[in-house]
Structures are given as structure tokens and as C-alpha cells.
Nanobody
Framework: QVQLVESGGGLVQAGGSLRLSCAAS????????MGWYRQAPGKRRELVAT???????NYADSVKGRFTISRDNDKNTVILQMNSLKPGDTAVYYC????????????????WGRGTQVTVSS
């Protein structure tokens, strides 16, 4: 069964750091884009950062200079290093990946993790 499993969320004080990790497992042929999104209570899910298979990155303006996304292609893992955290970063963080799998044919499908809670106290 193909799945994404996140880890690393938690409670931290403003100004602190957290490192989120997401590992893709199962019968995966290849991985295209990977990324992180977040959803705060009462708000829509929003993009935090993405990274292509070639390593090109994209960040939301609100996290530029504070968050860094990276990936380990050998381990099918994407990492989000979050520094200088603010209370406004409080949300459930979801991992995303475009995975090439076999489902009647070989094609890329979007997969999401279940989410990990990040809470930043002031």
C-alpha cells in the first residue's frame, strides 16, 4: 500500500525550530514533486513549500528565509526545516507527493499524508 507518513510535529515556543519529515513507502516507481501544505483552524489549506525532482524549490512568502525544504531521493523522503517559528505558523502540516505507481497503468497520482500538528506558543 502506497502511503506518506509524516513525523516531527509538536509544541514549540515562538522563535524555536522544528523539523518535519515525510517518508513515502510502497510500490513506488518514481517521485515527481513533493511538498508541504498547512491548514490552520477556520482557514483553507495553503502551500508552504514545494521541491521538484531536480531540487528546485518554491516557498510561500510568509515562510521565505525561515523554512527550508529538502529531499532525499534515495530514501523517498522530504524534509521541512522550520526556524524562527511564529504563532501564525500554528497549523496542521500535510505532506504531498506526486508518485508514479501502477493502478491499471503506470501514471503519476497525488498522495497526501494524514498531517502533523505544529503549535507555536507566544
Amino acid at each position: 500500500q502506497v502511503q506518506l507518513v509524516e513525523s516531527g510535529g509538536g509544541l514549540v515556543q515562538a522563535g524555536g525550530s522544528l523539523r518535519l519529515s515525510c517518508a513515502a513507502s510502497g510500490s513506488i516507481i518514481s517521485i515527481n514533486g513533493m511538498g508541504w501544505y498547512r491548514q490552520a483552524p477556520g482557514k483553507r489549506r495553503e502551500l508552504v513549500a514545494t521541491i521538484t525532482s531536480g531540487g528546485s524549490t518554491n516557498y510561500a512568502d510568509s515562510v521565505k528565509g525561515r523554512f527550508t525544504i529538502s529531499r532525499d531521493n534515495d530514501k523517498n523522503t522530504v524534509i521541512l526545516q522550520m526556524n524562527s517559528l511564529k504563532p501564525g505558523d500554528t497549523a496542521v502540516y500535510y505532506c504531498y507527493a506526486a508518485l508514479k505507481v501502477y493502478s491499471g497503468s503506470y501514471d503519476y497520482y497525488d498522495y497526501w499524508g494524514r498531517g502533523t500538528q505544529v503549535t507555536v506558543s507566544s
